[in-house]
């Protein structure tokens, strides 16, 4: 079992980059921030400071989305603080729940969401890319980070299975997760995985 923190973006940077640094210090090994642009603060500068604040620890977003930013733009992040942090970013992208819906949007849907993971790992390796029928690449991009994909229902779930390095459920319900990685298992075993290969976070507010 790993820990690690996820940081609601509605306190001080100075607050933000003083608990990073406190969670590596006491042994955290992974270190999360949300991304709702409109309720929280912007989480790329912020993890640009987490980053530049920790050695070890491993960063990433607790969720981001395909429809806020365009996908080209959330893969240069990415790649971008890949070479900031020494290759220590996790992609933790989902269908955009809060961000979508507080601006009176809806998510993406599964399928969306599973082109646009797709699309990141080739994007962040610096392959060729069809982005809106036009090819496009990073050229300079390598080492595309791992991703988890944060979903409740058993679509979302499925294809979380048959593509995900990791599955994010924003609950620590044993009950629930038992629940919820039955569709997880059922996507791998369709995609020929390994379930037992796919990470498992239980983000549990405290």
């Known amino acids: 079992m790993q820990f690690g923190i996820a940081l609601k973006p509605d306190i001080s940077i100075e607050r933000i980059v003083g608990l990073t640094r ?9 270190g999360w921030i949300f991304d709702s642009h409109v309720l929280w603060k912007e989480p790329y500068p912020l993890l640009t400071l987490m980053a530049t604040n ?12 395909p429809a806020t930013r365009d996908l080209t733009v959330t893969a240069s992040l990415f790649a971008t603080l890949n070479l900031i942090s020494g290759g220590r970013m996790e992609l933790g992208i989902g269908r955009g729940d809060s961000s ?32 809106d029928g036009q090819p496009t690449r990073l ?26 390095d990791g599955i994010i ?38």
């Open 22 to 30: 406190q969670a590596e210090a006491a042994g955290f090994e992974y």
């Open 54 to 65: 920790t050695q070890r620890m491993r960063l990433g977003t607790c969720v981001t989305n």
């Open 100 to 131: 979508r819906r507080v601006m009176g949007k809806k998510p993406v849907s599964w399928s969306q969401l599973e082109a646009a993971v797709a699309e990141f790992r080739d994007l962040t390796s610096g392959k060729e890319v069809q982005h």
């Open 139 to 164: 050229t300079w991009a390598k080492d595309s980070p791992r991703v988890w994909v944060a979903g409740y229902g058993p679509k979302v779930l499925h294809m979380a299975g048959r593509v995900a």
């Open 169 to 206: 459920l924003q609950f620590a319900d044993p009950a629930l997760i038992e629940w919820c990685m039955g569709f997880v298992k059922e996507g791998a075993r369709a995609a020929g995985r390994d379930a037992s290969r796919i990470e498992v976070m239980a983000a549990a507010p405290v």
